[in-house]
Nanobody, 130 residues
Framework: QVQLVESGGGLVQAGGSLRLSCAAS????????MGWFRQAPGKEREFVGT???????????YYADSVKGRFTISRDNAKNTVFLQMNSLKPEDTAVYYC????????????????????WGQGTQVTVSS
């Protein structure tokens, strides 16, 4: 079982930036996909983006259309940490953000479903004011 702890959330004005971190422990970090999801009040949890496992020669990233070009996912395998850099934030990005461990392999839209992810962090609140 993997333990995940997110950090870095907070309050930011529209147009600002935040960087979320997700520290993982308890399993070989490099062997699985790491995903980011978010859930706004009254809405279902939605896919934000994912990065494939570190053992790929070049880990691939996939993003939801709503964040493409603004958000970037990266991973530091030496620190067992995955990051979500969020730029040009909008009020509609306000949500609780979760990281999760995904399958050892996925590609494209096959990475989007939350059902493919098993261990989840406790979430970190991101609030974007207008």
């Amino acid at each position: 079982q993997v333990q995940l702890v997110e950090s870095g959330g907070g309050l930011v004005q529209a147009g600002g930036s935040l960087r979320l971190s997700c520290a993982a422990s308890g399993r070989t970090f490099g062997t699985y996909t790491m995903g980011w999801f978010r859930q706004a009040p009254g809405k279902e949890r939605e896919f934000v983006g994912t990065i494939t496992r570190a053992s790929w020669s070049v880990p691939r990233t996939y993003y939801a259309d709503s964040v493409k070009g603004r958000f970037t996912i990266s991973r530091d395998n030496a620190k067992n940490t995955v990051f979500l850099q969020m730029n040009s934030l909008k009020p509609e990005d306000t949500a609780v953000y979760y990281c999760a461990t995904g399958p050892s392999y996925c590609s494209g839209s096959g990475c989007y479903a939350s059902t493919g992810y098993d261990s989840w962090g406790q979430g970190t609140q991101v609030t974007v004011s207008s």
